[in-house]
């Protein structure tokens, strides 16, 4: 620590403001550190460098050659006989068996539908056939995309190990701010979202000369949006191949798509199955981060006490928060011995093969996100899963060897209570992003979707975009939403981003981006020390500076810190977090040098103008305490709370106006990352949107009667219809 150096204004503010408590704290964490030394096994150890470095080391693994030395000959024997092993492993896939037929379909067609359940190979062995039949002769890529970015970068390692080649030469993935491609690659997992971003670029996607829409059965929003594009390329590029894969039965629809594209169905393995419970992984999906914490405290303090003779548990928690050095945990195989126990969010339920698991524990739910168009909310919803979710996720066990799937619900439950199918992403979610992408694609038709989106939220999407002045009211993109379209970033952080260069401060609000970004993973919280923990978030709240402040206080004082692990450690901060941060801060700052966007600090001083871009982008975000002490959203007058996890939930008095970065429904609506705001920003930097009336209006009698609900679209102004937009 450099405590005695002056470390630039805000630190010391830091320091100056240092008061018993924050010493308390201080001494407290020290000897928290201390005890931890030398304990095996500490959760919040982190056992990678980097997630990254790590697939790529298991990729390389026995693939690199290395200097020539005598000792090298041992070395070559035991790197032959594992791509031995590698090559008879693959031929053991039911995928294999087809691989002729498979390739003289994809020869006679343009467009193919392939179905087979998971662990086929169709992830990892489709595009290495493509390869080798020489698909990529001519120069052009395979791009295989996926819905998650764990996915595309585990599944290219191991198919660059397979290839016996280093990832990121002729295998290599794409995902958004990490591209691991060279100029070798020929074969790209990437991201669906990514390959949608590419098609900004490269509208006829000329690259590629066949496209691999994998994990179509996610329904995913870009997968969406992609299967509309690709579909459209299609017609003008008869050379380029087109393959949709799917694990799940619904191949009609996607057939029904793309003009009764013929279906290529790969029957999975049969096993006998076993009787007894012999070892073998388990996976218990869970529905999110809190619960799979909880579970993994329970079965940690049940299994302490279980003695020697019962084989070891070992307890991987996966989640999408979760850092990515830790997801990668789940792909070691447990020591010999020892039993390895997934706890996943349904994250694991395609796409992800965790090798050795024999038994899926499914209670049947899972979290969905929904989106209300009529109020703009988001929220995540426990809801009990499709049959088709549950078939695959029983699917999930005896991917690498036989296996077991213990449901908890009755099998009345699924052939009665259960939908068939989860509704696609598409239609329930937030579009503005996509709508602007597609504008900035130059789609002006609503174009052809799978299942098309509401037009509810559509409607909802350009209205968001036209108030943030994305389009202008003819629905035409502007210089402003040209600008935002660039930066992969939700429109409304992209707008704050976009206006900030207005008042002198893109570098802090860009920071700020940057950690909104990063999601809930920037501190963390082991429950054992969650109060020293809490105190030590509340240090970066300095005042009532808000939520977004105390983000761009973390990273600059991270950044004075020399970017230290030994600083994260100390004040309960992910360190992969900020490392990552900053990696993305690194390529935003070259995106906005592409769009013009001048760098310039406000150095610390004008908070002010840091709170106005952010309420720039995020005006509709607002609420106001009313006399009651409730805070209600304004214009749409609903009833809202601070989230606790805020450092504006314990401020007294509590500000009259707030902005926020999201709603989250769980028992209550809670505002999350909150900064106070004065109203006549509000007048100053939407005027279009509010009027002196509405800040300090009386409560509507109708509105209150509704609680807090309603009354939204009557006091909303008109606003352009969707036909305005759209060819409908
Ligand atoms: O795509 P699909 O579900 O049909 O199968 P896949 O992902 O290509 O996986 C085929 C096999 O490759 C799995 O059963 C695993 O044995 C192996 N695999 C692996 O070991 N590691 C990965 N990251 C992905 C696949
Ligand atoms: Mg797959």
Same mark, same amino acid.
């Given at each position: 620590?450099?405590?005695?150096?002056?470390?630039?204004?805000?630190?010391?503010?830091?320091?100056?403001?240092?008061?018993?408590?924050?010493?308390?704290?201080?001494?407290?964490?020290?000897?928290?550190?201390?005890?931890?030394?030398?304990?095996?096994?500490?959760?919040?150890?982190?056992?990678?460098?980097?997630?990254?470095?790590?697939?790529?080391?298991?990729?390389?693994?026995?693939?690199?050659?290395?200097?020539?030395?005598?000792?090298?000959?041992?070395?070559?024997?035991?790197?032959?006989?594992?791509?031995?092993?590698?090559?008879?492993?693959?031929?053991?896939?039911?995928?294999?068996?087809?691989?002729?037929?498979?390739?003289?379909?994809?020869?006679?067609?343009?467009?193919?539908?392939?179905?087979?359940?998971?662990?086929?190979?169709?992830?990892?062995?489709?595009?290495?056939?493509?390869?080798?039949?020489?698909?990529?002769?001519?120069?052009?890529?395979?791009?295989?995309?996926?819905?998650?970015?764990?996915?595309?970068?585990?599944?290219?390692?191991?198919?660059?190990?397979?290839?016996?080649?280093?990832?990121?030469?002729?295998?290599?993935?794409?995902?958004?701010?990490?591209?691991?491609?060279?100029?070798?690659?020929?074969?790209?997992?990437?991201?669906?979202?990514?390959?949608?971003?590419?098609?900004?670029?490269?509208?006829?996607?000329?690259?590629?000369?066949?496209?691999?829409?994998?994990?179509?059965?996610?329904?995913?929003?870009?997968?969406?949006?992609?299967?509309?594009?690709?579909?459209?390329?299609?017609?003008?590029?008869?050379?380029?191949?087109?393959?949709?894969?799917?694990?799940?039965?619904? !191949?009609?629809?996607?057939?029904?798509? @793309?003009?009764?594209?013929?279906?290529?169905?790969?029957?999975?393995?049969?096993?006998?199955?076993?009787?007894?419970?012999?070892?073998?992984?388990?996976?218990?999906?869970?529905?999110?981060?809190?619960?799979?914490?909880?579970?993994?405290?329970?079965?940690?303090?049940?299994?302490?006490?279980?003695?020697?003779?019962?084989?070891?548990?070992?307890?991987?928690?996966?989640?999408?928060?979760?850092?990515?050095?830790?997801?990668?945990?789940?792909?070691?195989?447990?020591?010999?011995?020892?039993?390895?126990?997934?706890?996943?969010?349904?994250?694991?339920?395609?796409?992800?093969?965790?090798?050795?698991?024999?038994?899926? #524990?499914?209670?049947?739910?899972?979290?969905?996100?929904?989106?209300?168009?009529?109020?703009?909310?988001?929220?995540?919803?426990?809801?009990?899963?499709?049959?088709?979710?549950?078939?695959?996720?029983?699917?999930?066990?005896?991917?690498?060897?036989?296996?077991?799937?213990?449901?908890?619900?009755?099998?009345?439950?699924?052939?009665?209570?259960?939908?068939?199918?989860?509704?696609?992403?598409?239609?329930?979610?937030?579009?503005?992003?996509?709508?602007?992408?597609?504008?900035?694609?130059?789609?002006?038709?609503?174009?052809?979707?799978?299942?098309?989106?509401?037009?509810?939220?559509?409607?909802?999407?350009?209205?968001?975009?036209?108030?943030?002045?994305?389009?202008?009211?003819?629905?035409?993109?502007?210089?402003?939403?040209?600008?935002?379209?660039?930066?992969?970033?939700?429109?409304?952080?992209?707008? !704050?981003?976009?206006?900030?260069?207005?008042?002198?401060?893109?570098?802090?609000?860009?920071?700020?981006?940057?950690?909104?970004?990063?999601?809930?993973?920037?501190?963390?919280?082991?429950?054992?020390?969650?109060?020293?923990?809490?105190?030590?978030?509340?240090?970066?709240?300095?005042?009532?500076?808000?939520?977004?402040?105390?983000?761009?206080?973390?990273?600059?004082?991270?950044?004075?810190?020399?970017?230290?692990?030994?600083?994260?450690?100390?004040?309960?901060?992910?360190?992969?977090?900020?490392?990552?941060?900053?990696?993305?801060?690194?390529?935003?700052?070259?995106?906005?040098?592409?769009?013009?966007?001048?760098?310039?600090?406000?150095?610390?001083?004008?908070?002010?103008?840091?709170?106005?871009?952010?309420?720039?982008?995020?005006?509709?975000?607002? !609420?106001?305490?009313?006399?009651?002490? @409730?805070?209600?959203?304004?214009?749409?007058?609903?009833?809202?709370?601070?989230?606790?996890?805020?450092?504006?939930?314990?401020?007294?008095?509590?500000?009259?106006?707030?902005?926020?970065?999201?709603?989250?429904?769980?028992?209550?609506?809670?505002?999350?990352?909150?900064?106070?705001?004065?109203?006549?920003?509000?007048?100053?930097?939407?005027?279009?949107?509010?009027?002196?009336?509405?800040?300090?209006?009386?409560?509507?009698?109708?509105?209150?009667?509704?609680?807090?609900?309603?009354?939204? #679209?009557?006091?909303?102004?008109?606003?352009?219809?969707?036909?305005?937009?759209?060819?409908?």
């Amino acid at each position: 620590d450099n405590d005695g150096e002056p470390r630039g204004s805000k630190g010391k503010a830091f320091s100056e403001q240092e008061s018993w408590e924050d010493q308390q704290i201080r001494k407290s964490q020290l000897e928290f550190r201390a005890k931890d030394r030398g304990r095996a096994g500490d959760e919040y150890e982190f056992v990678f460098d980097d997630a990254v470095e790590f697939v790529k080391a298991a990729a390389m693994a026995g693939t690199e050659p290395e200097d020539e030395t005598d000792e090298l000959g041992d070395e070559i024997d035991a790197k032959a006989m594992l791509q031995r092993e590698l090559q008879d492993q693959r031929k053991t896939l039911p995928v294999y068996k087809f691989k002729d037929e498979l390739l003289k379909a994809i020869a006679e067609h343009q467009i193919i539908i392939v179905v087979g359940e998971t662990g086929s190979g169709k992830t990892t062995q489709i595009p290495q056939y493509l390869h080798e039949a020489g698909y990529t002769a001519n120069g052009r890529k395979i791009a295989c995309t996926q819905p998650r970015r764990v996915a595309a970068m585990s599944v290219a390692a191991r198919v660059a190990q397979e290839m016996g080649v280093k990832l990121g030469h002729e295998v290599g993935y794409s995902i958004r701010f990490e591209d691991c491609t060279s100029e070798k690659t020929a074969v790209k997992y990437m991201t669906d979202g990514m390959l949608l971003r590419e098609f900004l670029g490269e509208p006829d996607l000329a690259s590629y000369g066949v496209v691999i829409v994998d994990e179509a059965h996610e329904r995913s929003i870009s997968t969406d949006i992609l299967l509309g594009l690709v579909k459209d390329v299609a017609r003008f590029r008869p050379d380029l191949k087109l393959l949709i894969s799917s694990a799940t039965l619904n !191949a009609e629809k996607f057939s029904d798509f @793309f003009d009764m594209a013929p279906v290529f169905k790969i029957p999975g393995r049969r096993y006998k199955l076993h009787v007894t419970q012999p070892p073998g992984g388990i996976l218990l999906f869970l529905t999110g981060q809190e619960e799979i914490e909880t579970v993994e405290e329970i079965l940690r303090r049940r299994t302490r006490g279980l003695g020697t003779k019962i084989a070891e548990l070992v307890i991987c928690p996966i989640y999408a928060n979760l850092p990515t050095e830790l997801q990668a945990k789940i792909f070691e195989p447990a020591p010999p011995g020892a039993r390895k126990v997934v706890l996943a969010t349904n994250i694991a339920e395609t796409s992800l093969t965790i090798d050795g698991i024999s038994y899926v #524990v499914d209670p049947r739910f899972c979290k969905v996100k929904s989106y209300s168009p009529r109020t703009g909310t988001e929220s995540l919803l426990v809801q009990p899963i499709s049959k088709a979710s549950a078939d695959q996720r029983a699917g999930r066990s005896g991917r690498t060897g036989p296996g077991k799937c213990f449901r908890l619900f009755t099998e009345h439950s699924y052939k009665e209570d259960m939908a068939d199918e989860t509704v696609p992403e598409i239609q329930r979610s937030n579009l503005a992003s996509v709508m602007l992408s597609l504008k900035a694609l130059g789609i002006d038709d609503i174009f052809d979707f799978v299942d098309p989106p509401a037009s509810e939220g559509l409607l909802r999407a350009l209205e968001d975009l036209f108030a943030l002045g994305a389009l202008n009211s003819h629905g035409e993109l502007t210089k402003t939403g040209r600008r935002m379209a660039e930066l992969p970033l939700d429109p409304m952080l992209a707008k !704050a981003i976009v206006a900030s260069e207005r008042y002198g401060c893109s570098e802090e609000v860009l920071t700020i981006a940057v950690m909104l970004s990063a999601g809930n993973a920037v501190f963390y919280r082991p429950k054992d020390r969650a109060l020293v923990a809490d105190a030590a978030r509340q240090r970066f709240n300095a005042g009532n500076a808000g939520d977004h402040v105390a983000l761009l206080n973390v990273y600059t004082e991270w950044e004075q810190s020399g970017y230290s692990t030994e600083w994260c450690a100390d004040h309960f901060v992910q360190s992969r977090t900020m490392r990552r941060a900053r990696d993305v801060r690194e390529q935003l700052e070259a995106l906005l040098e592409r769009v013009e966007i001048e760098r310039r600090s406000c150095c610390g001083g004008d908070l002010d103008a840091v709170r106005k871009a952010i309420t720039v982008g995020f005006f509709r975000n607002t !609420a106001q305490r009313q006399r009651d002490g @409730f805070y209600r959203t304004l214009k749409t007058w609903r009833t809202v709370f601070v989230h606790p996890s805020s450092g504006m939930a314990r401020l007294d008095p509590p500000p009259r106006w707030v902005v926020y970065h999201e709603l989250v429904e769980t028992s209550n609506e809670y505002m999350r990352q909150v900064t106070e705001l004065k109203p006549e920003w509000l007048l100053e930097v939407a005027p279009h949107y509010y009027q002196e009336n509405n800040l300090d209006a009386p409560e509507p009698k109708k509105a209150k009667a509704a609680h807090g609900q309603g009354a939204a #679209v009557a006091t909303e102004k008109p606003s352009p219809s969707l036909n305005d937009f759209f060819k409908v």
